[in-house]
């Protein structure tokens, strides 16, 4: 980046309306670098930039780089994971992979019954996110439970296992590398700003419990994809006291402090946690934009630098149609992706919003699983032209 350009017309701020002189509103389009925090270019556009259609070219080169293609066509999709039936059984069994990359995993864990092993997850930290259900994860720092809406991490080599309550379960899962409250949000001393949107209080701990012996002596640990048996000599769980700043919690969502401006806040100001490649947002119901003139509705936007996973917890999702609570979204790097014809321009004087979603920031390429292609909609990419 040299300098900033202007050139055309613009209005006075970004995020806020532009209409030509019969009061005909423009489309802003958001290109961006670093997911929302690098260098960027807004531009107005006459109409929708982000309707495309699906046509076969013929052209390119041969990318050696590219390796394996991945299957299908870069497209933007939706996967209706409130179709998959649940897997049942124990929780580490009943995982679902739905998307991946060189970097994480992520896919619905929907576990009916305790472990009946110890786990070690060798490969990855792990975060949860509780659509329906709750529990306890035990480990030897102690017991922590969990329910709906919460956040849950364990950290990498934790071992543990999971005490499903009663009754519906269905968990988004994340395997992620070197998972942690974002940087922006910690003063020097590492502790959380007095303007981040969370404090410290709003985390729950695990809570250490005295030496017991649930009787189990198998251990299962997860190592570069494969998992291995072991056999303990005695209960893990005889810990008689710890310190230190690698353990378990949960966060509740709806812990969250969502910021408001005068216009709309890109992602970022939503990060909740961080990893290696990826960084994990939350939407929460929130007061919109303040300026008269504000759109609240996202504008049409590609990040060059990221694919964008957001997942649909429930409420009124003004952006899109045909999506519900459980719907998962993929807008892969490069594909422009905005709102329903209409939802932008009908934002505009919205004073507040409803929506509780869950989205991810991806900086690797995602490749879908079977199980994912199982349950896409198939017309979610030409909506964007409907």
Known sequence: MLDRLVQGEVPAKHHVALRD???????????????????????????RPHPTSPAE???????PRAGAPAPGRLARRHYRTQALAPRGGPAVDA????????????????????????F?????????????????????????AFGQDDYLFVPRGLLHRFLPTAGPQRWLWLELDGLHLPRQWRN????????????HRDFRRVAWVP???????????????????YRLPHSPLDVVGWDGAVYPFVFPILAFQPRAGLVHLPPTWHGTFAARGALVCSFVPRVTD?????IPCPYPHASVDVDEVLLYVRGQFTSRRGVGPGSISLHPAGVLHGPHPGAYEG?????????????????????????????????????FSG
């Open 21 to 47: 002189g019969e009061g005909r509103l423009r489309h802003e389009e958001a290109y961006t670098r670093a997911g929302f925090d690098g260098p960027y270019t807004l531009l107005y556009h006459l109409e």
């Open 188 to 199: 020097e001393a590492g502790q959380l700003r007095m303007d981040a949107p969370y404090c």
């Open 347 to 383: 934002s505009i004087g919205a004073r507040s919003t409803d929506e509780l979603a869950v989205m991810l920031d991806v900086a690797r390429p995602l490749r879908a699983t079977a199980a994912a292609a199982g349950v896409e909609d198939p017309a979610y990419d030409e909506s």
């Open 120 to 144: 070690r997850n060798g490969d990855a930290d792990e975060l949860f996110y509780v659509l329906e259900g709750g529990g306890t994860l035990r480990s030897p720092l102690g017991d922590l």
């Open 211 to 229: 030496p017991r012996d649930e009787g189990l002596r198998d251990l299962v640990v997860k190592r570069g994809g494969a998992f291995h048996g």
């Open 95 to 118: 995982r679902t992979p739905l998307l991946w990359s060189e970097e994480l995993v992520l896919g619905l864990a929907t576990p009916s019954a305790e472990d009946p092993v110890y």
């Open 290 to 294: 303040f300026h008269p003139e504000a």
């Open 57 to 63: 070219t013929g052209h390119g080169w041969s990318d």
